[in-house]
């Protein structure tokens, strides 16, 4: 065991995956001689060569696409993304080539792609470097998505989706960057658990909180203090946002009876819709009350002073474990169907 | 002043052919007559040498047969066997002469229309039209002839052809990936970045642009003002300007890029200038947008007549060799044909297959659903299609 940075444990899981597979290569803006804007990719050109890290022109189509060339090649790229906002001109060659390859070629082009993708906010950073695109991925049959909330499951996932034979979005959530966590760098891969699995946190009897990548750290937080009020609240950190692990969180729903899902992005059409309805569908009798969503607000992201307006909080969220146990002091009377 | 616009109407503009461009290659006039062009004649030593007849009868015979292809095809979706064909018409000495300059190893990225090239690189003729009969989406297996299946998103084959021709440079091999494109595509995106990487990386790949002068509707003088292949040249990239509809021209062309590629020269441009004989595909009507006046003007420089003309002056235009390149199109197109009629159709289940390439929970739980759904009505002794379609409106 080591204690590490989320950073840093991305890093070292990178190094881990080129170390083992010669045909693993990244690609992106700033990722070589700089080591990415992140210092997340720090030291492997130097160590690897400008072959297996390559600096790339400033054009996110043409880093995924001429990835897609390098997988036909039998390499496995590992794209960065450098924010969040800047995933979009790569769009249609991810949803039209990279999602599709595989199905269109009926299983002989694979396309084990990594595509990493610094994502939400809380960085006082300007439009465009704080944004949680995920649900335009999750929407999008032949792609998984990923998100991790803690260096250990940085350090093994990323090799996990670099080894997976689809490809995989890693998003990772740069406000938590910084910070530290125990990492088994000798976790045998095989060993743990799978990619598409989410992971019961704390174990609760009242309300299921789900939450993935940065909001996770913050339903931790959310499950002590509801706890020191005496409701007893079982974290789920998704992990894997498309498959969801529907099972687990089923399980734990069935338990409790009362659902509330946090995320970053915009309620419409949100990660959170969709497994509102999908527990809905599976386990409706079980439910004692409606499943609850903290969201950010169906806006674009903000600018930095008002951020913290828009990201789901300690606070907000506590607001919802109170609506989803239907307590007085909630604002469940502006979520009903009066408006 | 306002309202006094000079410049013409791209429709206009269109009109004004560059062939007397003194860059525009040329190796067979539209009589037939071969022109020396020192440049390039280095490269067609085959073609002038001892053996040349051979080379000439094959190029032909390639030539011949893949119009007959198209014509199958196009006469397949009428008789409705196929939903829809992107004919190639036109385009025959474009794809031939580049196709047969390439080696096995070499790879190539395609729209959906250079099926001409994946007769080239030996695609199994049975298969060649599953995509246009809605029985999958890909005709081929890219590894089997080393190329990528059709490309239907314009242009986005160029990024992977580029990428494909990066690894070909981490290996230190000397194939070269092959991007085939058209005048709309230049307009994409994709292709401008594309050219952005291969000179960036120096990566041995070479643009073949069939500048057939319509994208569906539009004409070519619509997606740029210069010659396409000066956009290259912007990019820093090689780039010659060849007649398309000249086989000798291209297959000269094609082989000295690929020489430049192999000896770690970087990318190329070749802009080959041909023209779309027929429709964009076969659910377009060309008659509402290009002049019937135009497609006259092509059809003399139709690119099998020409290089007939040529073999004729040689004396090499014999009742056999037309015999026998009759007979091998006769042949093919029956194989194609029988391969349409014949194909298996794909099973109900058939449509979850393949999405990943490792088991996806969430897809499966669907399947299952559907697999139970289907079982249903094979219970009652009716199929899902029967049910579907089956009076219940």
Not at chain 1, 117 to 123: A, D, K, L, R, S
Not at chain 2, 102 to 107: C, I, V
Not at chain 2, 346 to 356: G, I, L
Request: some cysteine; overall charge negative.
């Amino acid at each position: 065991m080591a204690t590490m940075t989320f950073a840093r444990a991305i890093n070292a899981g990178l190094r881990k995956a080129m170390e083992n597979d010669p045909k693993v290569v990244l690609m992106g803006e700033d990722i070589g001689t700089l080591g990415g804007v992140f210092r997340i990719t720090d030291g492997l050109q130097k160590d690897f060569g400008q072959h297996r890290v390559l600096d790339t022109p400033l054009a996110e189509a043409g880093i995924i696409g001429t990835a897609i060339g390098l997988s036909y090649r039998g390499y496995r790229p590992v794209c960065e993304i450098q924010f969040d906002g800047f995933i979009y001109p790569a769009f249609d060659q991810i949803v039209s080539q990279v999602a599709k390859l595989h199905y269109r070629t009926q299983g002989l082009v694979k396309v084990p792609l990594t595509i990493r993708v610094p994502f939400g906010g809380g960085i006082g950073s300007p439009e465009h470097h704080s944004e949680s695109p995920e649900a335009y991925f999750t929407h999008t049959s032949g792609l998984r998505v990923i998100s991790v909330s803690n260096p250990q499951d940085a350090y093994t996932m990323i090799q996990q989706a670099i080894a997976c034979d689809d490809p995989v979005l890693y998003f990772e959530p740069k406000r938590r960057y910084h910070d530290k966590g125990e990492v088994d760098e000798g976790l045998d891969l095989s060993a743990a658990p799978s990619m598409e699995s989410a992971r019961v946190l704390t174990q609760g009897s009242d309300v299921t909180l789900v939450a993935y990548g940065p909001l996770v750290k913050t339903a931790l937080d959310v499950a002590v203090a509801a706890g020191d009020e005496g409701i007893s609240v079982e974290v789920i950190d998704l992990r894997s946002l498309s498959p969801v692990d529907y099972p687990v969180v089923e399980a734990s729903v069935r338990k409790t009876g009362r659902l509330v899902i946090a995320h970053e992005a915009g309620q419409n059409g949100g990660l959170g819709a969709e497994i509102a309805a999908s527990l809905t569908e599976r386990c409706f009798n079980y439910l004692e009350h409606a499943p609850v969503r903290v969201t950010g607000f169906d806006i674009p992201y903000p600018y930095s002073k008002l951020e913290m307006h828009h990201l789901p909080d300690l606070d907000r969220i506590l607001d919802g474990v109170d609506r989803a146990m239907d307590r007085p002091n909630s604002l469940s009377s502006l979520d009903g169907a009066d408006d | 002043m306002l309202g006094e616009d000079s410049t013409p109407h791209p429709q206009e503009r269109s009109r004004r052919e560059q062939s007397e461009d003194p860059e525009f290659l040329q190796l067979l006039d539209p009589s037939g007559q071969r022109v020396a062009r020192p440049e390039l004649d280095r490269w067609l030593a085959d073609v002038d040498g001892e053996g040349g007849a051979r080379v000439l009868a094959g190029l032909y015979e390639d030539m011949v047969v893949i119009r007959r292809i198209d014509m199958e095809a196009t006469a397949l979706q009428r008789q409705g066997e196929l939903a829809l064909w992107p004919p190639l018409l036109g385009q025959e000495a474009a794809q031939i002469g580049s196709g047969r300059a390439l080696r096995q190893d070499d790879f190539v990225f395609s729209s959906y229309r250079e099926n001409g090239v994946a007769y080239c690189r030996g695609v199994n003729l049975n298969e060649i039209l599953r995509v246009w009969r809605g029985n999958a989406s890909s005709g081929w297996d890219p590894f089997e002839i080393n190329m990528a299946t059709p490309q239907i998103i314009i242009g986005a084959q160029t990024l992977h052809s580029v990428g494909y021709a990066m690894g070909i440079q981490f290996d230190g091999a000397d194939s070269v990936a092959l991007a085939y494109f058209g005048d709309g595509a230049t307009s994409e995106g994709d292709v401008s970045e594309s050219m952005v990487f291969a000179a960036s990386y120096q990566a041995p790949v070479l643009f073949f642009c069939q500048n057939n002068h319509w994208a569906i509707s539009e004409p070519v003088t619509l997606q740029t003002h210069i010659t396409l292949a000066e956009r290259a040249g912007g990019f820093g990239i090689p780039h010659v300007r060849v007649d398309g509809n000249d086989v000798l021209a291209v297959l000269a062309a094609t082989r000295e890029a690929l020489d430049r590629a192999r000896q770690g020269g970087g990318p190329s441009f070749i802009e080959a200038v041909t023209y779309r004989m027929g429709p964009h595909t076969t659910a377009d009507d060309p008659t509402r947008y290009r002049d019937a006046n135009e497609l006259e003007d092509w059809a003399a420089k139709d690119p099998i007549l020409r290089l007939e003309k040529h073999l004729e002056s040689r004396g090499l235009l014999t009742q056999e060799l037309r015999e026998r390149v009759a007979a091998k199109s006769d042949e093919v197109a029956g194989v194609v044909r029988n391969g349409v009629i014949t194909m298996p159709e794909p099973e109900a289940m058939d449509v979850f297959k393949h999405v990943y390439a490792t088991p996806n929970s969430w897809l499966s739980r669907q399947e299952d659903h559907y697999r139970r759904y289907l079982a249903q009505f094979e219970h009652h002794g009716a199929s899902a299609a029967g049910h579907v379609s089956g009076g219940q409106h």
